[in-house]
């Protein structure tokens, strides 16, 4: 038997024992996180329990973010309620409407602890194995149980190793990186194991945090990159670990990727999707709502209008982000180029906020999922990808290659964009020629499992 992955390393370690994969464990947890959409079942749970208080409310971090700022009177209500526990709990760590999403605030503010166990009431609290951390998203039972007592039981996962190699051309970006991954992947192909990244630790933190959220979109338990900065020495992987799989992707030969809806693993290299028409491009959300995020949109935004019949909707996925773009003047180049400028947190990603999608309205959107239903309508049609790919959708108002506008001339960006806008033409034909081209691109790829669909899961 080898050594151990850093999923074994790390359970081992808080546990007390040495443990590999498919062992059960009790787990002291550092750290608990729980939002707003669930709040209202953690505080049943808690009061099933007979817990009146959290076992330790300097270990508790809460967050209204992301049906913020309260899009009706219930949700407000729930607000209400939410914002008094925290009060009668004494918990300091609280971040009201308008900070951020809690995954990206976890991380920049330093919450996660590497070599520690958090668990957070949402389903990408895999975000935290950005830093080394092994961070889980558990339902609203097993997360009171952790308040209430300040751990937690986990089988030990078994462990995938995703390598990268080369450096990306200008262009591509992590998020073409993790979407490759997923298409190799799967949606359920890493079902409760913890996908580990090794040539990412040099990464910066936010492309990190992108690689160990999207882990979730495979079915993983855990998602953490090797060798990062705020790391210790000796949280690193054996050399001899057990990985169940290996997968490596040469980031030099990488094109930038799409996902084609209803499916996160409908990958392909956008441009065979070139010319897809679109309603609305969305650009935020845990995935890609940073400054750089923003800063990649305003390299193909800057000076020119985004296509009249299209909506381009900024979220910042913290205030520092924010903030941070605001300061540069990238905030300001989006929004002389026509985006709404929306509240830091959750946004639109998950349709209960900050525009929802009508029925047959196409979105780009650089968030996480694409499945029926998640952004509102379940007649409208999601498409995934990249801050660039999203800015060369807002400003010709099709889907395209954005390798060609990040370096072109005025003059020749001119053309470009004005003859795509002349291809998309009317918004009609363009809806249905939409269809037809997904359609085609998915018939082309092998065949997968019944997608995801609305009410499969918890909202987040």
């Known amino acids: 038997m080898g050594g151990p992955t850093l999923a074994e390393l790390i359970l081992s370690r808080v546990s007390g024992r040495d443990v590999r994969a498919g062992e059960l464990v009790i787990a002291p947890v550092s750290r608990v996180m729980v939002h707003d959409s669930v709040i209202d079942a953690v505080m049943s749970g808690l009061r099933a329990l007979g817990r009146e208080k959290v076992w330790d409310t300097s270990r508790v971090c809460v967050f209204v ?50 070599g520690t166990v958090i668990v957070g009431s949402d389903s990408h609290s895999n975000s935290y194995g950005a830093v080394g951390t092994f961070g889980a998203g558990m339902g609203a039972t097993d997360i009171a149980v952790a308040l209430a007592l300040g751990r937690t039981w986990l089988r030990v996962p078994a462990s995938i190793k995703v390598t990268f190699t080369g450096r990306p051309r200008r262009g591509v970006t992590i998020k073409d990186a993790i979407m490759r991954v997923v298409r190799e992947i799967g949606t359920d192909g890493a079902r409760y194991a913890c996908v580990e990244f090794h040539g990412a630790g040099e ?103 985004i296509h009249p019949r299209v909506r381009l909707e900024v979220v910042p996925s913290s205030r520092r982000q924010f903030e941070d773009a605001m300061a540069d003047g990238t905030l300001g180049v989006l929004s002389a180029a026509g985006a709404v400028i929306g509240t830091s947190g959750c946004g639109p990603c998950l349709g209960r906020t900050g525009g929802v999608l009508a029925g047959e309205e196409v979105c780009f959107s650089t968030a996480n999922r694409n499945y029926r239903g998640r952004m509102g309508s379940p007649d409208a049609s999601i498409y995934l990808g990249s801050p660039y790919v999203a800015a060369v959708a807002a400003l010709t108002g099709v889907i395209d290659d954005p390798r060609p506008y990040l370096d072109a001339s005025d003059a020749a960006l001119d053309a470009l964009v004005a003859r795509r806008r002349e291809e998309r033409g009317d918004r009609g034909a363009a809806s249905a020629r939409s269809g037809d081209r997904a359609r085609e691109l998915v018939a082309a790829m092998p065949l997968r499992s019944e997608p995801w669909v609305v009410g499969m899961e918890v909202e987040d």
Request: hydrophobic share 40%; aromatic share 4%.
């Open 65 to 114: 973010d992301h049906a913020a700022p309260a899009p009706t009177p219930v949700v407000a209500d729930s607000h209400r309620v939410l914002r008094g526990w925290v009060r009668d709990q004494g918990i300091a760590t609280f971040y009201d409407a308008g900070e951020g999403v809690c995954h990206q605030i976890m991380v920049e503010e330093g919450y996660c602890e590497p």
């Open 203 to 305: 990464l910066p933190q936010g492309d990190r945090i992108t690689l160990a959220g999207m882990t979730t979109e495979m079915g993983a338990k855990a998602g953490i990159v090797v060798g990062t900065p705020e790391a210790p020495e000796w949280l690193r992987p054996s050399a001899d670990a057990a990985y169940v799989r290996e997968v490596t992707v040469d980031l030099s030969t990488l094109e930038p990727q799409i996902a084609i809806p209803p499916r996160v693993d409908q990958v392909s290299d956008v441009s065979e999707a070139r010319g897809i028409p679109v309603d609305v491009v969305f650009l935020g959300s845990c995935t890609n709502g940073r400054v750089v995020d923003m800063r990649q949109a305003a390299e193909v935004l800057r000076g020119r209008r």
